[in-house]
């Protein structure tokens, strides 16, 4: 891996791209075990049910918060490209390091993207380290609780995920066995419907089978949950939005897809709907 903290940074060129706290002259003393710096990033990357992006930030008080940053090719090196420009700075300053990294990796991909991923997992790890600096729970630096508890919901597979049947077998298996009360199924399966992958729209057919699957669960389970159905946007923006419709006797929690980003069928698929001003009731967007 290349040895970055050597490295030509041309943003230190540009003060406008350069927040650090030395350049913002942050330099006065907190007390009460804050004044606190960073030694060391170190990321890891661990092969579950997808490729865990793990991300450790270590302090000269003894203490080191711990992230997770969303899978991508690339992320762990992003993630060490960035680390030159947290050693020495206090992992309290949260908003400004966020900002700081925003700016400095700008030329690289800040905008959007494995950059932002690699930068959300830093921050995660900066808000668990402010928690154990200061001995207090991260949710209570982000404004305090809602609720004690918080409704997950389960997101259920099965060896044959095309079949309606073995989707409501799973779905009764999960509300009776394991008590959740909210459930997920993917709809981007094999209908046998298909004739060409690279059109993103549904046939009559694949509509038809979908559907099965959506009654199939929410007729098995009734109201003991509540459930959703992901696309992860496999399908046109078009695709989704009336296949719901095609079963007048089914209501589920939710109907999950993705346009992918900066395609042309979803820009209009957005003009289209701001025109009529009558988004669906039935689709949410993810």
Known sequence: MVDYSGLHDPNAEY????????????????GGGR???ITDVQTTMVDGNFPWTLVRIYTDAGVAGTGEAYWGAGVPELIERMKPFLLGENPLDIDRLYEHLI?????EGSVEGVTVTAISGIEVALHDLAGKILDLPAYQLLGGKYRDEVRVYCDCHTEDEADPEACADEAERVV??????ALKFDLDVPSGHEKDRANRHLRPGEIRHKVDIVEAVTERVKDRADVAFDCHWTFSGAAPSGSPRSSSRTTCGGWRTRCRPKTSTCRRKSRSRRRRRSPSARTATA
């Not at 003060?15 to 907190?30: F, I, K, N, P, Q």
């Not at 700016?103 to 030329?107: A, L, N, V």
């Not at 009776?176 to 009360?181: K, R, S, T, V």
């Open 15 to 30: 003060t406008m791209r350069e927040l650090s706290a030395e350049t913002m002259d942050v330099t006065g003393e907190r």
């Open 176 to 181: 009776e066995e394991l008590g959740y009360d």
């Open 35 to 37: 004044d606190v710096e």
């Open 103 to 107: 700016q400095k990796m700008s030329g």
